[in-house]
């Protein structure tokens, strides 16, 4: 059975010296393992193929995985710069993204921009609406170049989007 694949990030180095991969997440996936469990993932660059998952530890926007698959630090060394995917069922049930509507946006240099009111889901590039003060609204791609952190505990996206941005609306 052929399934859809959302992309959840990719790895960046190997981690401790038994084989595990630091698996550093895409700023629009959060994910929420604790209440839709992934068992697999699947890993590609020029091919896919499933890896399953024995262990994981979130740490910030970064994930540690212990694959069953991979059993030393040369075949783990194999897989960094590579993309992972999770079936398209379980990323819809596991983003949480949509939870940071009425979040506020804060600029790292200009401070506070505006309110979260919209995420617009396309396949090419998701995008976020930010409403400011006065009511205009404008929208900034959900991207790692442009979403740097997102703090559930305060309720606050922060990022450096281009600050002309703002102002194409």
Not at 8 to 31: A, C, D, H, V, W
Not at 138 to 150: D, Q
Request: proline share 4%; glycine share 4%; hydrophobic share 35%.
């Amino acid at each position: 059975m052929i399934t859809n694949q959302k992309n959840i990030g990719k790895i960046t180095t190997t981690y401790g010296n038994k084989g595990q991969l630091l698996l550093r997440l895409s700023p629009y996936f959060e994910p929420n393992f604790q209440n839709y469990p992934v068992e697999s993932i699947f890993i590609s660059q020029k091919y896919t193929k499933k890896f399953f998952i024995e262990n994981f530890q979130k740490k910030n926007q970064k994930i540690i995985l212990t694959l069953k698959e991979i059993n030393s630090l040369e075949e783990a060394y194999r897989l960094i710069n590579y993309e992972v995917f999770i079936d398209e069922d379980l990323y819809n049930q596991n983003n949480k993204q949509k939870d940071i509507i009425n979040f506020s946006f804060i600029h790292e240099t200009e401070g506070y921009w505006g309110i979260i009111n919209d995420i617009i889901l396309n396949s090419a590039n998701p995008l976020v609406s930010i409403k400011q003060k006065n009511g205009n609204e404008f929208l900034i791609p959900f991207n790692e170049e442009n979403i740097k952190n997102i703090d559930y505990q305060k309720k606050e996206v922060t990022g450096n989007p281009l600050t002309e941005l703002k102002e194409l609306n």
